[in-house]
C-alpha cells in the first residue's frame, strides 16, 4: 500500500490485551515480556488458521481484522482456550491472561495502521471482559451461525466512553465439554487490503448522497439531509450494518459505479437516489441496488409539496 493512502472498509475486529501487564513486568521484567510476545504469537497463528490477519502489536495490545464473524469468535475462544491450559501449568506468577473484545464496524487503515470507530468499540469491549474472557458486540453475536453451539451471554445495553449510545454486549463462551469447531475452509483473507472485500455475514448497506436534480443549489442542503436521516433511521436496526455519512459522502459530486462502491465499502446493498424541485413541489427518487450485481431491488418516486 502506497503512503498515507486511505482504505476503507467493514470488517469484524478484534482486539485483544494482556491484564495487568505493567504489574507481570514488575515481578519479572525479562520474562513477562517473553511471555506476552509467545502469547501474541499463539493468538496470530490463531487468528491465520481462522482466515483473519494480524494489522497492529501495540504494546500489550493486539488488533486483527475477519471477514467473518463467526470466525473472529472461533479465533478467540480458540485462543482462550488454548492459553488458560498454557498458563495453568506455569509454577511461578507471570501468567499472561488474555481478554478479548469483538466488534464489527467501518475500519480505516493508512500506512499500515488501522484506525475508525470500531477499532474503538472493540477496545471498549475488550475492557469490559474477564481475564480469559471474550466480549462481543450485539450484531456479531447475530452474525455467528447457531449451528457452530456458541453461548452468547447477554450483558444487556452498556455504556462504553466514548460512544453517545448504549451498545448491547454479549460474553461469548464454548459450552461445556463442547470442542472447538475447526477453521472453515474459505478464500485468503481480503485484509491485505490489495483485493475486493468478502461481504458480512448480515445484511449491509451504503446510502450515497442525493443527487441535486435542479438548478437549484439550496436543494444540495436538502439532498444531504435527506441521505443524513436515512442514514440515521437505518442505523437504528441492529440486525443492518449501515455504513457512516463520512465515508459514503466521499462519493458526493462524483459519477461512480455502484459496484465499485459496494466493493470499495464492503458492502452488499447500496441505496442512491435524487431531488428535484418545480416551483412548490418537490420529488425525491430513490433506488435499493445490489452492488454485488448492479441490478435493481427497489425504486420509487415521492412527489409532494415543499412545506412538508
Known amino acids: 500500500m502506497e503512503k498515507d493512502q486511505l482504505t476503507r472498509k467493514l470488517a469484524v475486529i478484534l482486539h485483544a490485551d494482556v491484564v495487568g501487564s505493567t504489574a ?14 509467545a502469547a501474541f ?14 494489522r497492529e502489536v501495540r504494546g500489550d495490545a493486539l488488533v486483527a481484522l475477519f471477514d467473518r464473524a463467526s470466525d473472529a469468535v472461533s479465533a478467540a475462544l480458540a485462543l482462550q482456550t488454548q492459553n488458560t ?8 506468577e507471570v501468567r499472561p491472561e488474555i481478554r478479548i473484545g469483538i466488534s464489527l464496524g467501518e475500519v480505516i487503515v493508512a500506512d499500515q495502521t488501522v484506525t475508525g470507530e470500531g477499532v474503538v468499540l472493540a477496545q471498549r469491549l475488550e475492557q469490559i471482559a474477564d481475564p480469559g474472557g471474550v466480549v462481543v458486540q450485539g450484531s456479531v453475536s447475530e452474525a455467528v451461525p447457531s449451528r457452530l453451539g456458541f453461548e452468547f451471554e447477554s450483558l444487556g445495553e452498556i455504556s462504553l466512553k466514548g460512544f453517545d449510545r448504549s451498545v448491547r454486549a454479549f460474553v461469548a463462551r464454548l459450552p461445556a465439554g463442547s470442542d472447538l469447531p475447526l477453521a472453515e475452509p474459505m478464500t485468503k483473507s481480503k485484509f491485505a487490503f490489495d483485493e475486493s472485500l468478502q461481504l458480512p455475514d448480515i445484511p449491509s448497506i451504503a446510502v450515497l448522497p442525493f443527487t441535486n436534480m435542479s438548478g437549484d443549489t439550496e436543494q444540495e442542503y436538502f439532498g444531504d439531509g435527506i441521505a443524513e436521516d436515512i442514514i440515521t433511521a437505518l442505523s437504528k436496526v441492529s440486525s443492518l450494518i449501515v455504513i457512516a455519512r463520512n465515508s459514503t459522502f466521499t462519493y458526493k459530486g462524483r459519477a461512480v459505479d455502484v459496484r465499485q462502491v459496494g466493493q ?7 441505496l442512491e437516489g435524487g431531488v428535484r424541485r418545480a416551483d412548490a413541489r418537490i420529488r425525491v427518487t430513490a433506488q435499493l441496488v445490489d452492488a454485488s450485481t448492479g441490478e435493481h431491488y427497489w425504486a420509487e418516486r415521492y412527489d409532494r409539496d415543499l412545506e412538508d
Do not use: K, M, W
Not at 507481570?24 to 510476545?37: G, K, P, Y
Not at 504469537?41 to 494480524?54: F, P, R
Open 24 to 37: 507481570l513486568i514488575r515481578i519479572d521484567e525479562v520474562l513477562a515480556h517473553q511471555r506476552i510476545q
Open 41 to 54: 504469537d499463539n493468538l496470530s497463528a490463531t487468528i491465520e488458521t481462522y482466515g483473519g490477519v494480524t
Open 85 to 92: 491450559e498454557l498458563i495453568s501449568n506455569l509454577e511461578d
Open 264 to 270: 470499495d465499502l464492503g458492502v452488499r446493498y447500496v
